[in-house]
């Protein structure tokens, strides 16, 4: 049996959960590596949670619904509250320490507290925070290569935000290093 992680990330809508999911599906894919992205999101969008399931496996991907994570990536409270409980044994917890005012209460898991939006408002601009994130994310798990996560921002983001590339490569490696 291959390598698989099954990832939820969560958070507000409009902090850019989903696509953030996408971003990390999309790498994986350059990696000739099985994937799977489920966005799910309340009727409110912005401001209302948002949360997406992604898979990136060795082996064939049976279903993209979790039951059960490796890891977490939560942006917000209510997410942690939400999904604390559905990390496996020795999984790993990525809480954007900013936004979230509490510790995880499992003792069976790795939590990481990544002070994200913090250091995305700093960059001057708190979209990066989903990105630093991520970039905690790949440090932890090393789920996919650094260089291929910029190609998924080729691919991904339209022509026009092109020029914040080289920032948000800025960001992944901030997440990274921390």
Known sequence: MGIQQDIIIAGFGGQGILSAGRLLAYAGMLENKNVSWLPSYGPEMRGGTANCNVIISEEPVGSPILNSATTLVVMNGPSLDKFEGVVEKGGIIIIDSSLVDRKVKRSDVEACEIPATMMASDMGNL????????????????????????????????????????????????????
Request: net charge positive; aromatic share 8%.
């Open 127 to 178: 979209t990066y925070a989903n990105i630093i994130m991520l970039g905690k994310l790949i440090a932890k798990t090393a789920i996919i290569d650094k260089s291929n996560f910029e190609k998924a921002l080729i691919k991904v983001l339209p022509p026009k935000k092109h020029y914040m590339i080289p920032e948000e490569m800025k960001a992944l490696e901030l997440g990274m290093s921390y």
